[in-house]
């Protein structure tokens, strides 16, 4: 499933990416350029503007009714009856949506700092923004998060 979520959803966005799934985050208005792309690239619209329901378009738009972050997202995986897979994790940039690339530690050598270089072996780049990931501290806190909000509902994470 693919998305693209409004101005007011960017905490929503990075977690919908951080579990595997394309979304992107637009900066604009909620407008029809907005709904447009969303109708070409094949995207479910993540919005929390009622006006925007009130549109004419042709594909899914769900309203968010939740202001907390760890609500949303078990409120969008409810209704769409979204299973997140393990091994989709972490394959997008949070940045920038692209699909994260392996990388061998030589090759982001220059890019990450001297302590990260010598005591992590898995990387990923982005081929979009250039940036460089690796299994850290984060990643475990991500993870945490995600058991602790997606537990409750059952088949996630």
Request: proline share 6%; glycine share 6%; aromatic share 8%.
């Given at each position: 499933m693919k998305f693209?979520?409004?101005?007011s959803l960017g905490r929503l966005s990075t977690w919908l990416r951080i579990l595997g799934y394309d979304t992107v985050y637009w900066r604009g208005e909620a407008d029809r350029a907005?709904?447009?792309?969303?109708?070409k690239?094949?995207?479910?619209?993540?919005?929390?503007r009622k006006d925007v329901l009130a549109r004419q378009h042709?594909?899914?738009v769900l309203f968010v009714e939740n202001d907390r972050v760890e609500r949303?997202?078990?409120e969008i995986l409810g209704k769409l009856d979204l299973k997140p897979e393990p091994e989709?994790?972490?394959?997008?940039?949070?940045r920038?949506?692209?699909?994260?690339?392996?990388?061998?530690?030589?090759?982001?050598?220059s890019l990450v700092p001297e302590y990260v270089f010598r005591t992590q072996r898995d990387f990923r780049v982005c081929p979009g923004c250039g940036g460089?990931?690796?299994?850290?501290t984060h990643r475990e806190r991500a993870l945490s998060a995600l058991r602790r909000v997606l537990n409750p509902v059952k088949g996630h994470v």
């Open positions: 693209l979520a409004d101005s907005f709904l447009r792309k969303a109708e690239e094949g995207r479910a619209v993540l919005t929390r042709p594909g899914l949303q997202l078990v989709n994790l972490f394959t997008l940039c949070l920038c949506n692209e699909s994260l690339k392996a990388a061998k530690p030589e090759e982001v050598r460089v990931f690796w299994p850290g």
